[in-house]
């Protein structure tokens, strides 16, 4: 099987398997995480064989795929040809029913919306955090000044240790916990399970994104029986 690929724009390529035309492949960037070119594939068919490098070399970047799960095909055609599995991106839909505990409701938390005076100071502490989980996958290549604009919701709850700093937060939108930031892995638990409380209480479900790379949303969702069987992943080729 002999596959032969020709860049036919900017951001296009077409792809030839055994001398017929059997879709294409499209590039593009995420500003945010800008270190690798993505692609997303139209393709009839996955041959066996496929020359990334060929891509690589042409566009001088290393290469990104993100996909569900599900997509068996795909997955079988990154993996035969070198790409490595990096994240698992869970993103589940709970209600207090999928509960592995009883919650401790007890911790200390404070809420906080756009006029709170620490906000930027929240909104920076996330940015910190954000770069650390996602250096060794994909790492934040934008301002903290542009991601701030671009991410924060505008409301969350926080806690702070004994001396006044704060260690934990959530931005949350209605009943989804858009992000979570923690810099002691002892109070996060309890922060969390705080937090749940009072949103359990707001709502009758919430829902959250949790790649298993960040170790504090591993925390949260690990708080829920949820199925794991299905994941979104990225998947990098070097």
């Known amino acids: ?26 590039t593009y960037h995420n500003e945010f995480h800008n270190k690798y ?24 970047q290393s290469l990104q795929v993100m996909t569900d799960s599900t ?11 070198g790409f490595k599995c990096k994240r698992h991106c869970y993103t589940p839909e709970v209600t207090n029913k999928d509960l592995k505990i009883q ?28 770069q650390e989980v996602h250096q060794a ?12 604009q671009e991410v924060p919701t505008k409301t969350g709850y926080y806690s702070t240790n004994k001396d006044g700093k704060i260690e ?6 209605n009943n989804e916990i858009a992000y979570i930031c923690s810099f002691n892995k002892i109070s996060c638990d309890l922060f969390i399970q705080a937090v ?9 479900s919430i829902f959250f994104e949790a790649d298993d790379t960040d170790w504090a949303a591993t ?5 829920f029986n949820v199925d794991k069987e299905n994941s979104f992943n990225t998947y990098v080729y070097y």
């Open 1 to 26: 099987m002999s596959v032969e690929i020709k860049k036919i724009k900017n951001n296009q390529y077409i792809v030839w398997c055994d001398e017929q035309d059997i879709g294409t492949i499209t």
């Open 37 to 60: 070119l993505y692609l997303k594939f139209n393709l009839a068919k996955y041959p066996t064989y496929f020359p990334f490098n060929e891509i690589k070399q042409i566009e001088g």
């Open 71 to 81: 997509n068996t095909d795909l997955i079988h055609l990154l993996l035969q040809n």
């Open 103 to 130: 919650l401790n409701s007890n911790y200390s938390i404070h809420p906080f919306n756009t006029n709170s005076k620490n906000y930027s100071a929240l909104c920076h502490l996330l940015y910190q955090y954000y």
């Open 137 to 148: 996958v994909s790492p934040l290549t934008v301002s903290e000044d542009a991601f701030t």
């Open 168 to 173: 934990n937060c959530v931005f949350t939108e």
């Open 196 to 204: 749940l409380s009072k949103m359990f209480n707001k709502y009758s």
């Open 219 to 223: 925390k949260l969702l690990d708080f």
